[in-house]
């Protein structure tokens, strides 16, 4: 049985309510961008491969054509946007945590 | 080139019962702390988050990547990257989307998150077909791999090979449960990764040390034309199509989320994706490497005649750089990964049968905890035996498309379901229910009419559907479908729960 107390929303329930708003919003903004930021840089590099192959096979110095590069780059973005969102979850994400909390 | 490969190999035997010994005595440890399904599912949720990123990291990097994709380098140059860099992404996303909501919200399984804002039943019921399907197509891949690999590697018969690899997978899984598969995961990452980076620094070091030098030889050797994008990818369509299959499903792999549940906390996931990612991405850095260096050095005819399909361009290399004895260390790796890999496997797929279908389906969330452990086991030996009898059935055929296809299936009927009841309030029972199933199907369909089957398998002179990947229909309508039917009949109800799960979904059970 539900005690009435606990189902009914009270005031300083409210404000609690509206941070976790605040937080799933801003966790969702920072989820979306980081995703899409992924998605452009791998999807822009599979339609580099599909529709300028030539551009890919020009050599950037000897040895490494631009296409590897890019593939090498693209490896690189998924470390920083991966590292960012860590950045951003321990410091912001896990601060407004502990205000939930308390 | 005289090669010891498919002769008995004294030092792989040597380090691979090295392996088997040390594993086994990691599950008779395993086993005297596996008494609770919490243990035996989730390792006592006390895998710490540099652990758990090597556990990650070894249930993902199957033998196909590593065999697999360094033949396909060696073979073709510049295209096997582009498969190289497609397994990598989805780990940002996993990290962005899913670890952290999925650790807080569920207990065993990703069906947990579902079903636990939506109703029970039928959400277990159609995210179990789900699982189920990506655990068969990717065990059969990886047990007729292991049984080729084996015969090519150590001279062992097919049979024998995959009968070895059912069994010992079955000791770890049955006796020492998520705490063995975990440490087998870390041993076998470790030595997969020490194993790779070992031979690219034999490989390095006969070019002073600049990859560069090393690229530059194989398009003298070869002409520029392997620094460059091939015949790969000819329909951009399917390349993108491809491209989606690997980055979402990723996100949708059963063994792969059910890692998140031996972690303490939201946190701990998410440190875990972190280390991961890093030598994830390490790992497929390195496979640039292996596949430039075994065209250059072993040479593209040696390497074919050995295997078609390049298979052995690795464990050649190991054998030019580092002689018979590395050769016999990266023929053991290889061993070790298909058995950590095929164990996670088999873990995830007992779980979705006892877990989802046996404790929540049919006795309807009563089950003792003895019980519960009692049916798990069972479904483990069921699933052992089927792993041996699908990779007996499945001998000389050709399952290469069958990752791609265990990939396709966990992104349109896993991933959108799930990235859906994390996010998303409005999702009801039947829109996600109805939605996990049309993935399932619809990529199965459209396999089935795709040209890998009916050109290159039945040898029809046509194909229905034009793409080797259906990703790219199936997704968005396994997305499209779940909205759909969720705004067309909404349920109060559950909108309401998911609101009272949303502090759940970032503060977890505290």
């Known amino acids: ?102 | 080139m005289m090669t010891a490969i498919g002769e008995p190999n004294a030092t792989a035997i040597a380090f691979f019962a090295l392996f088997i010994v040390l594993s086994l005595g990691i599950t008779v440890w395993a086993s005297r702390r596996t008494r609770t399904t919490d243990q035996f599912y989730a390792a006592g949720r006390s895998v710490t988050a540099f652990q758990n990123g090597l556990a990650l990291a070894g249930d993902y990097m199957s033998a196909a990547s590593f065999l697999g994709i360094a033949g396909l380098v060696a073979v073709s140059g510049f295209d096997g990257l582009i498969y190289s860099i497609g397994f990598l992404v989805g780990w940002p996303i996993v990290m962005f989307l899913i670890a952290e909501p999925l650790r807080n919200l569920g207990r065993y399984t990703f069906a947990d998150v579902v079903a636990t804002r939506l109703r029970q039943t039928p959400i277990r019921i159609a995210a179990s077909i789900g699982a189920l399907a990506v655990i068969a197509f990717y065990l059969i891949a990886q047990m007729v791999g292991a049984g080729n690999l084996i015969r090519l590697l150590f001279g062992l018969p097919y049979e024998l090979a995959v009968v070895i690899v059912g069994v010992v997978m079955l000791a770890y899984v049955l006796f020492g449960g998520m705490i063995a598969t975990t440490w087998v995961q870390i041993v076998k990452a470790v030595l997969l990764l020490g194993g790779a980076t070992m031979l690219a620094g034999l490989v390095l070091a006969r070019f002073s040390f600049n990859p560069l030098a090393l690229f530059e030889q194989a398009s003298a050797m070869y002409g520029p034309g392997v620094l460059a994008p091939g015949r790969q990818v000819t329909d951009p369509i399917d390349a993108i199509s491809l491209g989606l299959a690997l980055m979402l499903g990723t996100a949708g792999l059963p063994h792969i989320l059910m890692r998140f549940y031996t972690v303490p906390d939201a946190k701990t996931a998410r440190t875990s994706v972190g280390y991961a990612t890093a030598f994830i991405g390490f790992f497929y850095l390195l496979t640039f490497i292996l596949g430039f260096g075994a065209m250059v050095i072993v040479g593209r005819d040696v390497i074919t005649q050995v295997d078609a399909g390049g298979n052995m361009a690795a464990p050649l290399l190991a054998e030019v750089v580092g002689g018979t004895p590395f050769l016999g260390f990266i023929a053991a790796v290889a061993f070790a990964t298909i058995l950590a890999v095929v164990a996670g496997l088999t873990l995830s797929g007992a779980a979705t049968l006892s877990h989802d279908l046996w404790v929540n389906v049919f006795r309807g969330a009563h089950a003792s905890e003895r019980e519960q452990l009692v049916v798990a086991r069972v479904a483990t030996v069921l699933l052992a035996i089927v792993s041996i009898v699908l990779g007996i059935t499945f001998k000389g055929q050709n399952v290469a498309y069958m990752v791609g296809l265990a990939f396709a299936i966990a992104a349109s009927a896993n991933f959108p379901a799930l990235v859906l009841s994390i996010f998303w309030k409005r999702l009801t029972t039947t829109g996600a229910q109805v939605s996990m199933i049309t993935g399932t199907v619809s990529t199965l369909a459209l396999i089935y009419f795709s040209p890998t089957i009916q050109l290159d398998i039945l040898k029809n002179t046509e194909a229905w559907f034009p793409l080797r990947n259906p990703g790219i229909v199936t997704i968005p309508l396994s997305f499209a479908i779940a909205i759909g039917v969720s705004l067309l009949r909404p349920v109060p109800t559950e909108e309401k729960r998911f609101l009272e799960l949303e502090r759940q979904l970032h503060l977890g059970l505290d």
């Open chain 1, 1 to 102: 049985m539900l005690w009435p107390h606990m189902s009914h929303s009270t005031h300083p329930v409210q404000s609690a309510d509206s941070a976790l708003k605040a937080v799933s919003a801003a966790r969702w903004r920072v989820a979306v961008l980081l995703t899409t930021a992924m998605m452009v840089v791998y999807f822009g590099f599979i339609l580099l491969v599909a529709f300028n192959k030539p551009l890919l096979g020009t050599l950037f110095v000897g040895g490494l054509s631009i296409g590897m590069l890019l593939g090498v780059l693209v490896i690189v973005a998924a470390w920083a946007l991966t590292w960012i969102y860590v950045r951003w979850a321990n410091t912001h994400y896990d601060a407004s945590l502990r205000d939930l909390r308390s």
